[in-house]
């Protein structure tokens, strides 16, 4: 087998033109709307650590949020009846 040559030139291929891309060649372009639409979440290194795989992060953040709902609960406003009664 041949080994294909490769250029370093920044230039399109032979069979493509310039016209053929009326809205320009732009890098990155998807870049943005990518980034949006992923769910992809990178962890530090020492919280890495702390998990062997998905599942344990998802059960520890799943928990997490149950905890967080049990104890976020509503108070009920102090209407003032408790502090007379102690009062006399």
């Known amino acids: 087998m ?3 040559k490769t250029s370093d030139k920044d230039e399109l291929r032979e ?3 310039r016209s053929d891309f009326p809205g320009g ?3 990155g372009k998807y870049a943005i709307r990518q980034r949006e639409s992923s769910n992809i979440v990178v962890l530090k290194p020492e919280v890495a650590e702390a998990f062997p795989n998905e ?3 998802n059960s520890a953040l799943l928990s997490l949020i149950d905890l967080a ?3 976020a ?3 009920k406003r ?3 009846r ?3 009664q102690r009062a006399g």
Do not use: D
Request: zero cysteines; a positive charge; hydrophobic letters at 30%.
């Open 78 to 80: 102090s209407t003032g």
């Open 69 to 71: 709902q049990k104890t």
């Open 25 to 27: 060649l732009v890098r």
């Open 73 to 75: 609960r509503i108070t």
């Open 55 to 57: 599942q344990a992060v």
């Open 15 to 17: 069979e493509y033109r």
């Open 2 to 4: 041949k080994k294909v």
């Open 82 to 84: 408790a502090k007379k």
